[in-house]
């Protein structure tokens, strides 16, 4: 379970985010994750991080997504969405 707001705030100012956006909010609000290793089957260019924390590449790796994953309560909270270059300047580990 996720939540769409951030996503949604996101694509209304990156309107060629938001057919991207749409798919992904469904694959992972459909998914069961138990461990990184379900996340890497489906999404092999995602970057798992300390912490729980994934990076997912969205079209194109135009986009990035920092996302934190609690497998024991199937809940993923997205921290950070942006463009590849507003990635680049944020510390994973503290957004």
């Known amino acids: 379970m996720i939540a769409r ?12 985010a938001e057919q991207a956006l749409r798919a992904w909010f469904s694959e992972v609000n459909n998914a069961i994750w ?23 590449n969205i ?10 994953v609690r497998y024991d309560i199937g809940v993923v909270f997205i921290r950070f969405v942006g463009t590849h270059a507003e990635y680049d300047r944020v510390d994973v580990m503290e957004v």
């Open 5 to 16: 707001r951030t996503l949604r705030e996101f694509w209304a100012t990156h309107a060629d």
């Open 59 to 68: 079209k194109g790796n135009k986009y990035r997504i920092v996302a934190a």
């Open 34 to 56: 138990k461990s990184p290793a379900d996340i890497k089957r489906r999404y092999p260019a995602a970057s798992l991080v300390a912490g729980g924390r994934v990076v997912f």
